[in-house]
């Protein structure tokens, strides 16, 4: 009956989101509705006024085409926020566009997620940049637990099971067991380090200079991190590093997946140390159950088939990797009242 109050409460005065503000993308879901928003995290500002001139997608399209006075930011580095200011306007935006289709009231209650191994620091700015967009409670949640809940991992269960998230800026690998983390890991290192090897190889091997969104396409269209039955070759546009004119090179998956290597070795490792410290009486949970992939970079091709040739543990890629993080949140927001207490830390202004 309490929770059941506090839900009609809780519409009235606004409802509650989950908000996944990734590197790469911020997902936003609205208590009883779903998922609302599902918008790159690029803002372009106009440096002579420094005032915002696009967020999310449409900001993202202006990536290295605007004109000299217009910067597309990503104000969201390896996970974290690189300039708050602009983080903090990015999501007062992004909330408002899902708040204006309800008519609130009021602020609502909202649970973001956070890396695992976000600084106290790094968690209050995200607290506080919740705060400034409008929220009157802010709670989080560590990422690899929402992502593990998310794909759908029997988490309150006392057998183990793994999450490996490949994200923009971080790789967060995690043992769970209990409702609890028991051995994890997070790296630095995840698509957006797999799109700046290819432009770093891409230099080296054909002096030619590409962007970070060019070097994505690739990577999305014929990239990946085990030899795979996908296409073959692929046609770069760039500019010649000498010259600085336009040069056409062709670029095979062997090279891409080469050029990938050494960030794709740093994230195979961390999925191993984490493996090596697992208990004993968790291990064989893991060896029939299984790793889940979630996020972006599950959807490269052959990391399941990497990952699991080089451990030797069954892989396997959540259904909807992009939104399992968002998606674990939601259900924290879905039962609030109960569940709260349990995974959720709250921190008061
Ligand atoms: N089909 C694909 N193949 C390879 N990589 C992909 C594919 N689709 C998306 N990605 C990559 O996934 C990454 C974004 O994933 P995701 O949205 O999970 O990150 P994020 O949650 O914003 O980042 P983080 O969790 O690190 O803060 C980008 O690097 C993107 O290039
Ligand atoms: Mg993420």
């Known amino acids: 009956m309490a929770s059941r109050v506090s839900q009609r409460g809780g519409d009235l005065l606004g409802g509650d989101l989950a908000i996944d503000l990734g590197t790469a993308n911020t997902l936003i879901y609205a208590r009883g509705r779903g998922i609302m928003l599902n918008e790159p995290s690029v803002v372009a500002v106009?440096?002579?006024?420094?005032?915002?001139?696009?967020?999310?997608?449409?900001?993202?399209?202006?990536?290295?085409?605007?004109?000299?006075?217009?910067?597309?930011?990503?104000?969201?580095?390896?996970?974290?926020?690189?300039?708050?200011?602009?983080?903090?306007?990015m999501l007062r935006y992004f909330v408002r566009k899902v708040l204006r289709r309800r008519g609130a009231l009021t602020g609502p209650r909202i649970v973001v997620c956070v890396p695992s191994g976000i600084t106290s620091v790094e968690q209050r700015a995200v607290s506080e940049a919740a705060y400034a967009a409008g929220a009157r409670k802010v709670h989080t949640i560590s990422e690899p637990m929402a992502a593990a809940i998310g794909a759908g991992l029997p988490v309150n269960q006392p057998s183990g099971s793994m999450v490996v998230d490949i994200g923009g800026g971080t790789t967060e690998v995690a043992i769970l067991a209990l409702g609890g983390i028991v051995a994890s890991t997070s790296v630095k290192v995840a698509g957006d380090a797999l799109d700046t090897a290819i432009v770093d190889f891409v230099r080296a091997?054909?002096?030619?200079?590409?962007?970070?969104?060019t070097a994505e396409e690739l990577k999305i269209s014929v990239g990946s991190a085990f030899p795979t039955s996908g296409p073959k070759t692929a046609e770069i546009r760039g500019r010649e590093v000498s010259t600085g004119l336009p040069r056409n090179v062709a670029i095979s998956a062997d090279e891409l997946r080469k050029a990938m290597d050494p960030p794709i070795v740093r994230i195979v490792a961390a999925v191993r140390a984490t493996l090596d410290r697992c208990p004993p009486e968790l291990s064989g949970d893991l060896f029939s159950g299984g790793i889940v992939l979630?996020?972006?970079?599950?959807?490269?091709?052959?990391?399941?088939?990497?990952l699991q040739h080089e451990l030797g543990v069954p892989v396997q890629v959540a259904e909807r990797p992009l939104d399992s993080v968002v998606l674990g949140t939601a259900t924290v927001v879905e039962h609030f009242d109960q569940l709260h207490r349990v995974v959720v830390d709250g921190h008061r202004r």
């Open 205 to 213: 091997e054909f002096s030619l200079l590409v962007g970070d969104r």
């Open 294 to 306: 979630t996020g972006g970079g599950a959807l490269l091709r052959g990391m399941d088939a990497r």
């Open 46 to 89: 106009d440096i002579t006024t420094n005032s915002v001139v696009a967020v999310g997608a449409e900001a993202k399209r202006m990536i290295g085409r605007t004109p000299d006075h217009i910067r597309a930011v990503r104000p969201l580095q390896d996970g974290v926020i690189a300039d708050y200011d602009v983080t903090s306007e």
